[in-house]
């Protein structure tokens, strides 16, 4: 098993930013797919970014390209997900998720993911 916490959503103005993080407490997410995604109200659940195992390539959704960043913090043990530049539409609940296949820039499916987080609830209103 792999817990996975998310934090840092919240309430922000249109072009506002947030940094969510996901957390591993006590694990080493060095040998794990990364992924961001979220799901709307009446909608289905979106990939926005991923990490591939091996750290060379990401991938982003095509609404959230040169606005989102993924990271892994140097202890291996937590992702982040930098939104800038927040519009309204990018409200909905965003989750965290692990795969631990090996995945390369096509990791930006929820089907390949093997562990999920709570999620946050990120709102973007004024």
């Known amino acids: 098993q792999l817990p996975l916490v998310e934090s840092g959503g919240g309430l922000v103005q249109p072009g506002g930013s947030l940094r969510l993080a996901c957390a591993a407490p006590?694990?080493?997410?060095?040998?794990?797919?990364l992924a961001w995604f979220r799901q709307a109200p009446g909608k289905e659940r979106e990939g926005v970014a991923c990490?591939?195992?091996?750290?060379?390539?990401?991938n982003y959704g095509d609404s959230v390209k040169d606005r989102f960043a993924i990271s892994l913090n140097n202890a291996k043990d937590t992702v982040y997900l930098q939104m800038n530049d927040l519009k309204p539409e990018d409200t909905a609940v965003y989750y965290c998720?692990?795969?631990?296949?090996?995945?390369?820039?096509?990791?930006?499916?929820?089907?390949?993911?093997?562990?999920w987080g709570e999620g946050t609830q990120v709102t973007v209103s004024s």
């Open positions: 990490l591939s195992t091996s750290r060379t390539n990401t």
């Open positions: 998720a692990a795969s631990g296949n090996y995945l390369g820039w096509d990791c930006l499916r929820d089907s390949s993911m093997d562990y």
């Open positions: 006590g694990s080493n997410l060095d040998y794990y797919a």
